[in-house]
Each structure stands twice: as structure tokens, then as C-alpha cells.
T-cell receptor
Framework: GAGVSQTPSNKVTEKGKYVELRCDPISGHTALYWYRQSLGQGPEFLIYFQGTGAADDSGLPNDRFFAVRPEGSVSTLKIQRTERGDSAVYLC?????????????FGPGTRLTVL | AQTVTQSQPEMSVQEAETVTLSCTYDTSESDYYLFWYKQPPSRQMILVIRQEAYKQQNATENRFSVNFQKAAKSFSLKISDSQLGDAAMYFCAYNSYNFNKFYFGSGTKLNVKP
């Protein structure tokens, strides 16, 4: 597709379960970002990939959160032992390079609800 | 850490009128980038306009322009000739020159009245 896609669009899970959220960036984009957006707030940075490696993972809140991008394109955000506080919209974005001025193209997000 | 503040949770404007959304930020850096993003109900964030801090000239994109006051650490967005399609959440964002990590404000919900 032409834009960033994220699957699933909605995910409902129970407290303590494991979830995976997927992001397909724009083809050829080397930089990929994950953000978390809680209700009524702006997006909060989680992690930034340049190619296959995590260039900055300082935003991951704790060791229950992990993200991979094994082939430098698709990325998966993994959350273990989910908690109700993890409920939020998880946004993915990509850009053509890691230059800070470059436009980040966002996906529609995955709404995660932890019951 | 950098912080971005949007003090107007919600604003309304009449169609065809002009509205200004406020944004202030806190940083110790001298070089950085500022952005305004629009988020419609579909949730997909769309870039509206961006500004490089070292440029004194205010950025403009058609009906959208900014008033960048570096000393005051202020970055407001002006929307002229407001249209119904402009109704959305607007987020101000800061990106460091050296680190690729956006800091977003809490957003301003813009309502456009016909």
C-alpha cells in the first residue's frame, strides 16, 4: 500500500496476556517509530529504529515492552503480561531517513484495550 | 527533557475565519525542529507545517502559517479561511537536532462552525 499500515486496528485482551502489534511502513523508509497515545494526550515516544537496529529505545516504559524489526521493514511491538494501564492507541510512523527534519508518516494506530 | 505545552484544550472558529493555536516549549538546545500535526477522527496524523529553529522566516503552507518566536519559545499555528475539513485535533511537536525523538503537546481540538 501507499501508506503506513497497522494491524490489528483494535485489540482487546485480558490482563496478564501477551500481545503483538504489527506495523508495515512505507516501502523504502529506513526509519520507523512507535508511539503510545493515551486518551486525551499527545503521542508519547517509545522506540526508534534505523534499519534493523533500535537506535533509541529510551521511551519503552519497562521490560514488558519490546519491539523488533528483523529485516528492516515490518516491525512488531510486543507487550508481555499486559496491564490495564497499557490500554492506549499505539501509533507507528516511518520516514525516508533518520534525519530529524524529515516528515514522519503515521499509520492509523492500533487501539489496545486491556480488561 | 523537552516539554511541549498546548494551553488551549479546545477552540472554535467560524468557517472562513482565522484562528490561532498556541504552543510553547521548553528546551536548552539551540538547534531543533518544530512541527504541527493534524489528527482527524480517523486517528491518522498528518503533517501540517514544520519549522527549522535556525530559520528566522516563518514557515507557510497555503492557508497555514506559523509565528515562531525563538526567544519566547513559542510556535503558534494560524489557520486562515478555515474550512470544515480543518476540524481535528492539532498537535505541536518538537524534534531535537541531535536526537530523533518527537515530543508532542497534549493537543488542541479545533471545531469549525458552518
Amino acid at each position: 500500500g501507499a501508506g503506513v499500515s497497522q494491524t490489528p486496528s483494535n485489540k482487546v485482551t485480558e490482563k496478564g496476556k501477551y500481545v503483538e502489534l504489527r506495523c508495515d511502513p512505507i516501502s523504502g523508509h529506513t526509519a520507523l517509530y512507535w508511539y503510545r497515545q493515551s486518551l486525551g494526550q499527545g503521542p508519547e515516544f517509545l522506540i526508534y529504529f534505523q534499519g534493523t537496529g533500535a537506535a533509541d529505545d529510551s521511551g519503552l516504559p519497562n521490560d514488558r515492552f519490546f519491539a523488533v524489526r528483523p529485516e528492516g521493514s515490518v516491525s512488531t511491538l510486543k507487550i508481555q503480561r499486559t496491564e490495564r494501564g497499557d490500554s492506549a492507541v499505539y501509533l507507528c510512523a516511518s520516514s525516508s531517513s533518520g534525519t530529524p527534519y524529515n516528515e514522519q508518516f503515521f499509520g492509523p494506530g492500533t487501539r489496545l484495550t486491556v480488561l | 527533557a523537552q516539554t511541549v505545552t498546548q494551553s488551549q484544550p479546545e477552540m472554535s472558529v467560524q468557517e472562513a475565519e482565522t484562528v490561532t493555536l498556541s504552543c510553547t516549549y521548553d528546551t536548552s538546545e539551540s538547534d531543533y525542529y518544530l512541527f504541527w500535526y493534524k489528527q482527524p477522527p480517523s486517528r491518522q496524523m498528518i503533517l501540517v507545517i514544520r519549522q527549522e529553529a535556525y530559520k528566522q522566516q516563518n514557515a507557510t503552507e497555503n492557508r497555514f502559517s506559523v509565528n515562531f518566536q525563538k526567544a519566547a519559545k513559542s510556535f503558534s499555528l494560524k489557520i486562515s479561511d478555515s474550512q470544515l475539513g480543518d476540524a481535528a485535533m492539532y498537535f505541536c511537536a518538537y524534534n531535537s537536532y541531535n536526537f530523533n525523538k518527537f515530543y508532542f503537546g497534549s493537543g488542541t481540538k479545533l471545531n469549525v462552525k458552518p
